[in-house]
């Protein structure tokens, strides 16, 4: 492992951090005097949780991910934690429904969204069986059965929400850290289609996002046919939007803050279509930054992941890496209407607090992972050192 990846890292997670509040700075403004006479109001708000997710990610970077394996019990219980906190958000357990759906947990003055940490602890918990569980990965039942079911609570619970999203950023991350670990393709392969399949039927019985879908698949020829927004339904309409925001942006884009679409055009403009917006007053070269910087983002964790001095440190990592960057290229493809349209942040971008704080626990725990791969290899350069002598 070497110490300039890891420079390299940090400096990649500090260059979207700050274009991310750039971007969110402008993205918000109008809808900050909107809703509360405050244009700064989001951007204030997003500092305190920046402050907050440092501080997170400096505490994941010290702590030694090993006490996750090593502490008995200490992931069954997190992992139980988050399932009552899921639990919680249902409005059979007192959970409030807001625009349809059942996501957030109030906690005073802050809201949290459970599903964002079952994303993290998913990752935790399966990594911690796996690795225990060594060779015998290739079982059926230690290697398929009990992963697919510590997956399956989250699911099944995240999706009565319903949050679909997350439930592909959960299956998808688990079944990733699964293929790394060394479980037989012949069993994610069969497994991964029939959980497909379910997840499938349950969005058909769900009427708005039958509804997403159908826009998506009316998109080619709706852009083929000059249709007028009037006749649009907010899914259509959200992705149409953004696409002009893009067109609008060109090479160089119109100004940092001269936006046309965030003036209530573009209604998401500070969460979920942050990138059009960005896109629209940066240009394309804002486009093609971000781009690289999560590939970059990717890449190094890879790096990283590849040098761990275990298996257990590979694992996280690759979980923890890939959940960021699954949320930005899903993101950025419904952006750029190369998706359906879903309701999915894009990391270091978006307004919000839980999944900010969550990207940056995800930071933190890949720099554990180098910080200590790295300390490993000193050691052992030493004493090999010391051996010759």
């Not at 918000?28 to 440092?54: M, P, T, W």
């Not at 957030?104 to 949290?112: A, I, Q, R, T």
């Not at 392969?189 to 826009?215: K, S, T, Y």
């Amino acid at each position: 492992m070497r110490k300039s990846a890891l420079f390299a890292f940090a400096l990649v997670v500090t260059a979207l951090v700050a274009l991310g509040l750039i971007v969110l700075a402008s993205a918000s403004e109008a809808n900050g005097i909107r809703l509360h006479k405050d244009a700064y109001f989001f951007i204030k708000r997003q500092s305190v949780y920046l402050c907050a997710g440092i501080l997170v990610a400096v505490f994941a970077a010290l702590f030694d991910y090993h006490k996750w394996r090593d502490i008995p019990g200490f992931a069954w219980v997190a992992y139980a934690v988050v399932a009552c906190l899921l639990l919680l958000v249902l409005p059979a357990f007192g959970g409030r429904m807001v625009n349809g759906s059942a996501r957030w947990l109030s906690l005073g003055p802050v809201n949290v969204q459970p599903s964002e940490f079952a994303k993290l602890t998913i990752v935790i918990m399966l990594a911690v069986w796996l690795d225990r569980a060594a060779l015998g990965v290739e079982q059926f039942v230690k290697g398929l059965i009990v992963p697919c079911c510590l997956i399956a609570v989250y699911a099944v619970l995240v999706i009565k929400e319903p949050d679909f999203g997350s439930v592909m950023v959960i299956s998808a991350a688990g079944g990733l850290v699964m293929f790394v670990a060394g479980v037989r393709l012949l069993h994610i392969i069969p497994a991964g289609l029939i959980g497909a399949a379910g997840a499938g039927a349950v969005m058909l019985f769900n009427e708005n996002r039958v509804r997403r879908l159908l826009a998506f698949l009316q998109s080619s020829q709706d852009t083929a046919e000059k249709v007028s927004t009037a006749t649009m339904n907010a899914a259509q309409y959200q992705a149409h939007m953004a696409l002009v925001a893009i067109k609008n942006g060109g090479l160089w884009g119109v100004g940092l803050g001269e936006s046309m679409q965030k003036q209530f055009y573009l209604p998401e403009c500070h969460t979920d279509f942050i990138f059009a917006v960005g896109a629209e007053e940066l240009g394309l070269f804002f486009s093609i930054a971000v781009v690289v910087l999560f590939l970059a983002f990717f890449c190094i964790a890879v790096y990283i992941a590849r040098n761990a001095s275990d298996r257990f440190g590979r694992f996280l990592v690759v979980g923890m890496a890939f959940i960021v960057f699954f949320q930005a290229v899903f993101n950025l493809g419904v952006v750029c209407e190369a998706l359906p349209t879903k309701g999915m942040a894009l990391p270091f971008f978006s307004y919000g607090g839980t999944n900010l704080l969550t990207s940056f626990f995800a930071v933190g725990t890949i720099l554990s992972v180098g910080i200590h791969s790295y300390r490993d290899k000193k050691h052992v350069l030493a004493r090999s050192v010391l051996m010759r002598l």
